[in-house]
């Protein structure tokens, strides 16, 4: 960074006085530079021209995010060079300036000595804000070294993962989680909580959609794997060991030669989270209490998960590449749920009680085969990119429930599903004149999920299949000052239910249009706003559909709605960024519409158990609604040892529409969800660096109170913090983390209506400390890259 510093200083000062002689003629020198070897092109390489006379630094320039530079030279003699951070000098075969000239392509090498012996100045930040994208660079987060995916996505500001592992951008549910770009079967909720941090590079977090996004992308976080980018042979092993019953292990291994490139990961892992769980409910009739039910539950899950990549990058020219990868994960879970039941009359007298043990096992495995292809044309920015995608995901559930109430049953059931998925997509990318460019792609997903439900005395079957065919177009055009992207996107989803047991079946089609826009407008090269618009839609999935009895205890159960419809949501917002020196700010404004919104519904089925009331909740289309708030983040940082990243995200939920339904008991009940709620949450990370001795990090989360029309979820706070020393000239690493230092990331909530009221706590016996170590072989642990505060003009899109 001190390096191409001096040289922009250089360049500055003898062009302010050189500028003075008007009578000197001026010409534009043009061309490009790129990456000899990937032919990428180099944004911010320097370009010099010295005077041969008086060997000064008389003008010079940058070169943009596509390597092209435009420079104003005086007529005269010069020696003109082109410089870069990491790659080697070259001299120009430029003499006389006496007119306008293009110079053309030039190609930069890497300078592998430079990288050898030089320690670059020039660092990445843990968090990079740029339009319509947050970047989390996991190397960069001390929280990253033993972890997995979640850890980091708990640390990163817009993003909220609740207890359960449900993950929120801006308090908006379900976003669209790819790896490297792509859907994944990778991205379920169980296997992201194993996905160890030391196999991820970045995650990118796109808070607005395109066009070339599925139509039900809310909101986009894309996990970019580590791909190995030293040459030669090079590797990594990773052991982890932590309180209270949590071990495992990661191995990298990575070669990369000219014309071939092949990496491997493999990782193994043992977590043993205890969940505990308190429920007090008290039932009324006409305002008077009947009946008390107090329940104690304990969790106690033991995961055991492998999970492995494969994968190979064929240089096959120096514009075509081939990639290819396998992946394999298998999670085993055996769990044991012990519950005890304690039901009281009216006088809160103990008149039954009962202990309820639920024996589940597990198992999960997932292979995922991936085929991707680019190929470049001559034309600069010209492309076809094309990806295959199969992927076979078989769920095993085995379930014993015994009751030492013999008025109570006892259970087994078996729940199988094999999900098969087929993606292809391909797209085509081409420039027009120097500013705009436009992409047009297909892609298609065809799935199916054969789903059985064996109990003691049901069986329940049904085969699910979804079939998305799109097809969309983008155009972006980028001025010095000014960018907008239009995207339209059409898809056609025809979903598919066979019910085996009533032999009757279900076809919905789904056919919209999707449009999308973003526009952004640069006040100053610190500062930029931009506005946002994009259209989605989120489709039931067979889980929400299937019509069976799930019961979660002798009085709570769920069942799907095989009538349940899309949702369909309208996103705008507005974004103003501010970047300059040791400051970094990123402010959003958004507005989002749900239509049909779905509304899990809690009411009393007219049934009683030990004179309890039996409750049932089942997914239903309610109204709408109106979701807007602000997000705010901030990084400053004070020094070169302290670095401060604050977060405020708060929000507004105006909800609409009644339930009514009669119950078995021919009792009327009327839920009334025409309410507005205020919610918001707070976090402070900060992350201190004693060179020589260790790097130290802490976040502080605050979440305030939520309340809803049939519900409150009490406020909490909890917080984390990390611990990581380089050893071995930094050829390896230590760390202590703990995501839940004080063991406070609980879940307290209220549930009420005019018959019951619930008092519940959901929290993990113990805190998570965790202990790693990493040792690198061969493996480089520096930045390739200077000047990483520059702006990025041209937005994720």
Same mark, same amino acid.
């Given at each position: ?43 911010? $390489? ?27 030279? #005086? ?49 990445? &930040? ?5 339009p319509n994208k947050i970047t989390i660079n996991v190397d960069k987060d001390v929280a990253a070294n033993g972890g997995t995916v979640i850890d980091i996505l708990n640390n990163s500001p817009i993003v909220n993962v609740d207890p359960s592992g449900d993950i929120k951008i801006n308090g908006v549910n379900s976003p669209t989680i790819l790896i490297n770009g792509k859907i994944s079967s990778l991205t379920k909720t169980d296997v992201l909580k194993t996905i160890p941090t030391n196999s991820i590079e970045k995650i990118d977090i796109l808070p607005t959609a395109g066009a070339k996004f ?9 996990? /970019? #794997? ?95 590449? @081939? ?54 044309f001559e034309k600069e920015g010209q492309k076809i990119t094309a990806s295959l995608t199969y992927s076979r995901d078989k769920e095993t559930y085995n379930n014993v429930i015994t009751n030492t109430n013999n008025g109570f049953t006892d259970e087994e059931y078996v729940e199988k599903n094999t999900m098969k998925n087929t993606i292809f997509d391909i797209k085509y990318s081409s420039p027009i004149g120097e500013n705009s460019s436009y992409t047009i792609g297909y892609y298609g997903e065809f799935g199916n999920i054969p789903f059985t439900y064996t109990g003691t005395s049901t069986t ?58 973003? @526009? ?13 618009? +994009? ?7 067979? #889980? ?35 970047? &300059? ?55 400053? &940082?004070? +020094? ?7 977060? /405020? ?11 009514? /339904? ?6 009327? /009940? ?44 009490? $406020? ?82």
């Amino acid at each position: 960074m001190k390096r191409n510093f001096l040289l922009l200083i250089l360049i500055i000062i003898p062009s302010l006085f050189f500028s003075q002689d008007k009578n000197t003629p001026t010409y534009t020198i043009t061309g490009k530079i790129i990456d000899a070897k990937t032919k990428k092109p180099l944004e911010y $390489a320097t370009i010099v021209f010295k005077s041969t006379s008086t060997e000064e630094t008389t003008c010079g320039g940058v070169s943009n995010a596509r390597g092209k530079f435009s420079i104003d030279v #005086l007529e005269g003699t010069y020696k003109a060079s082109v410089e870069f951070i990491s790659y080697k000098s070259k001299v120009l075969n430029i003499s006389t300036i006496n007119r306008n000239l293009n110079i053309g392509t030039i190609e930069l090498e890497i300078d592998t000595e430079y990288l050898e012996t030089v320690e670059i100045t020039g660092e990445k &930040k843990a968090i990079e804000i740029k339009p319509n994208k947050i970047t989390i660079n996991v190397d960069k987060d001390v929280a990253a070294n033993g972890g997995t995916v979640i850890d980091i996505l708990n640390n990163s500001p817009i993003v909220n993962v609740d207890p359960s592992g449900d993950i929120k951008i801006n308090g908006v549910n379900s976003p669209t989680i790819l790896i490297n770009g792509k859907i994944s079967s990778l991205t379920k909720t169980d296997v992201l909580k194993t996905i160890p941090t030391n196999s991820i590079e970045k995650i990118d977090i796109l808070p607005t959609a395109g066009a070339k996004f599925k139509a039900s992308s809310t909101g986009i976080i894309n996990i /970019i #794997l580590k791909k190995g980018k030293d040459e030669g042979l090079n590797a990594s092993a990773t052991a982890s060991g932590g309180y209270k019953d949590y071990y495992g292990g990661l191995v990298t291994i990575n070669n990369k030669s000219k014309n071939l490139n092949f990496y491997t990961n493999a990782s193994y892992s043992h977590r043993n989270p205890i969940t505990i769980s308190d429920a007090k409910n008290e039932y009324f009739t006409n305002g008077n209490t009947d009946s008390f039910l107090y329940e104690l539950s304990e969790n106690d899950s033991k995961d055991n998960v492998f999970y492995s990549t494969i994968g190979f990058d064929f240089y096959i020219s120096e514009k075509s590449t @081939l990639s290819t990868s396998i992946n394999y994960t298998n999670v085993n879970n055996n769990s044991t749920t012990s519950t005890v039941s304690d039901f009281y009359n009216s006088n809160f007298v103990l008149t039954d009680s009962n202990e309820r043990t639920h024996l589940g096992d597990f198992n999960d495995e997932i292979v995922e085969f991936v085929t991707d292809f680019e190929q470049n044309f001559e034309k600069e920015g010209q492309k076809i990119t094309a990806s295959l995608t199969y992927s076979r995901d078989k769920e095993t559930y085995n379930n014993v429930i015994t009751n030492t109430n013999n008025g109570f049953t006892d259970e087994e059931y078996v729940e199988k599903n094999t999900m098969k998925n087929t993606i292809f997509d391909i797209k085509y990318s081409s420039p027009i004149g120097e500013n705009s460019s436009y992409t047009i792609g297909y892609y298609g997903e065809f799935g199916n999920i054969p789903f059985t439900y064996t109990g003691t005395s049901t069986t329940n079957n049904l085969d699910y299949s979804e079939d998305i065919n799109a097809g969309f177009i983008e155009f972006e055009n980028q001025s010095d000052t000014f960018y907008y992207g239009l995207g339209l996107r059409a898809e056609f989803t025809s979903l598919s239910v066979f019910y085996e047991s009533t032999s009757t079946s279900q076809n919905k089609q789904y056919d919209n249009l999707f449009p999308s826009v973003y @526009l952004e407008y640069s006040i100053s090269d610190n500062q930029s706003v931009s506005l946002s618009y +994009s259209k989605s839609i989120q489709t039931p999935n067979y #889980l929400r559909l299937q019509p069976f009895e799930q019961r979660f205890s002798e009085t709570s159960s769920y069942v799907g709605n095989e009538n349940l419809n899309p949702v369909f949501i309208h996103s705008l917002s507005a974004t103003y960024s501010y970047s &300059k020196d040791n400051l970094m700010l990123y402010t959003t404004a958004f507005f989002n519409i749900f239509d049909d919104y779905w509304q899990d519904v809690t009411y009393e089925t007219g049934e009683f158990v030990g004179g309890i009331p039996k409750i049932l909740t089942t997914p239903l289309n309610i109204g709408k609604v109106n979701y807007y708030g602000v997000n705010v983040t901030a990084t400053y &940082k004070t +020094s070169n040892y302290i670095n401060f990243t604050g977060n /405020i995200n708060l929000y507004n939920f105006d909800q609409s529409g009644i339930f009514e /339904i009669t119950n078995l008991n021919n009792d009327l /009940i009327v839920q009334d969800f025409n309410f507005a709620s205020f919610n918001g949450s707070f976090s402070l990370s900060t992350q201190i660096k004693l060179p020589n001795l260790f790097n130290f990090q802490t976040k502080i989360v605050h979440q305030l109170e939520s309340k809803g029309p049939v519900s409150v979820r009490k $406020a909490r706070t909890y917080a984390s913090i990390a611990i990581n020393k380089d050893l071995f000239d930094k050829q390896a690493s230590v760390s202590l983390v703990s995501s839940d230092l004080f063991n406070t990331h609980k879940t307290n909530r209220d549930r009420f209506d005019d018959g019951y009221f619930s008092r519940s706590e959901i929290k993990q016996k113990y805190p998570n400390i965790l202990l790693s170590f990493t040792y690198r072989f061969n493996q480089s642990k520096k930045d390739r890259k200077i000047d990483f505060d520059k702006k990025l003009k041209k937005p994720e899109y």
